[in-house]
């Protein structure tokens, strides 16, 4: 892996293209655009934490993260875009997808978790479901995080011996591992048959995170055709003279432990 991105010129950056987004996102707003942004690619290629950063100042009514469960039974017998089509954004939306259909082409497929049947069909179908999502006016955005085998390695082993993250092991997540070649071969035949003009494949190289969410928020603001929408003027009203309340007593109400006063009391003991 090359040299890392300097942090504080990554932290500078990070700020003045956040600050872009929650302008991008005010036009979204108000113009009532759609925007799906997909998340794909290999375990550990540091897609996660790219949507986190991406949607970080985001208001959560206008900006969601799509992350969905293993498929139920119930799922399983449906269209297979049939999931997916609820989450799609309504007027004034922005949804970014932490996976997306794509399963289907990558791990359902290397895994053994679909059919070769059901894996053609997608192949066929998901340019034909794309088109229709842009012809309907969606704006939608295809990225693939790509990761060198030594840096998603090295990402694994520092999950594991960390128990904030370690939740994001999984068998099928060490499976990449085993079955990297297996996976590089199903991207590459999935690129090959959706990589269309309508909704065309990003690819970010992501060995360096700083340089991945740098340029996947630059990417995302070159793509959507937002303006800066005028900022409203906001005054804070002045407060009006007591009316004669008085709050309740306090021994009322049950009240949460002062947990953060028994953490200065330790500190300052073993000071």
């Known amino acids: 892996m090359g040299k890392r991105m300097p942090k504080p010129l990554y932290t500078q950056e990070l700020r003045a293209l956040q600050a872009r987004l929650v302008e991008m996102q005010k036009w979204v707003q108000q113009s009532g655009a759609r925007v799906v942004v997909i998340f794909e690619g290999r375990d550990a290629a540091g897609k996660g ?31 297979y875009f049939q999931r997916y089509v609820p989450h799609l954004p309504a007027a ?44 309907d006016g969606i704006i939608l955005l295809k990225y693939w995080f790509s990761v060198s085998d030594v840096v998603q390695e090295e990402r ?13 092991l999984s068998p099928t997540d060490l499976s990449s591992i085993t079955k990297w070649e297996d996976y590089s071969r199903a991207k590459d035949t999935m690129f090959l048959h959706t990589d269309i003009a309508e909704a065309p494949w990003y690819e970010i190289e992501s060995d360096d995170k700083r340089r ?51 953490v200065e009391k330790r500190a300052g003991a073993a000071d």
């Open 212 to 262: 991945s969410r740098i340029n996947v928020m630059a990417h995302i603001l070159s793509k959507v055709p937002w303006e800066p929408v005028p900022q409203a003027q906001i005054e804070i009203p002045e407060r009006p003279p007591s009316a004669g309340y008085e709050r309740p007593p306090r021994q009322w109400t049950n009240s949460v432990p002062d947990y953060a006063r028994e």
């Open 49 to 79: 934490s790219a949507i986190k950063r991406v949607s970080e100042y985001l208001n959560p009514r206008v900006a969601r993260i799509v992350a969905l469960p293993a498929p139920s039974e119930r799922d399983k017998t449906r269209w």
């Open 156 to 168: 694994f082993r520092s999950r594991l011996n960390d128990p904030m993250r370690r939740w994001k």
């Open 92 to 135: 004034g939306e922005i949804v970014l997808m932490d996976r997306s259909w794509y399963n289907r082409a990558g791990v359902e497929r290397v895994m053994g978790y679909c059919t070769n049947e059901e894996y053609q069909r997608f192949l066929h179908q998901a340019p034909i479901f794309e088109r229709m999502l842009v012809e």
